[in-house]
């Protein structure tokens, strides 16, 4: 069983930075592809970023030059590093891992931390 743990979220003020983790347990033999994802009040969830099994990463444009995504594949822990926070990036924050298995993809969410940027 699969199991994901975020921490790290918070309040900050603007300008503020912050940063995710993502621990990820159990079986994820055949790892493809581990995001964070936010959803604010409202509004769909949306992608924020992505790390490959090869190590690439790709962001959301808006986001491009903020955030930060990076794995630890000792520890199966994916970051979210996150600078010049703005109010507009408060969210919940949720963690997606994808396991690819004889062919078939596999998708898990954490429970979701929470950011608020806030003066």
């Known amino acids: 069983q699969v199991q994901l743990v975020e921490s790290g979220g918070g309040s900050v003020t603007p300008g503020g930075s912050l940063r995710l983790s993502c621990a990820a347990s159990g079986n994820i033999a055949g790892f493809s592809r581990m995001g964070w994802y936010r959803q604010a009040p409202g509004q769909q969830r949306e992608l924020v970023a992505a790390?490959?099994?090869?190590?690439?990463?790709n962001y959301a444009d808006s986001l491009k030059g903020r955030f930060t995504i990076s794995r630890d594949n000792a520890k199966n822990v994916v970051y979210l590093q996150m600078n010049s926070l703005k109010p507009e990036d408060t969210a919940v924050y949720y963690c997606?891992?994808?396991?690819?298995?004889?062919?078939?993809?596999?998708?898990?969410w954490g429970q979701g931390t929470q950011v608020t940027v806030s003066s």
């Open positions: 997606q891992l994808e396991l690819v298995r004889s062919g078939f993809s596999y998708g898990y």
């Open positions: 790390i490959i099994s090869d190590g690439t990463t």
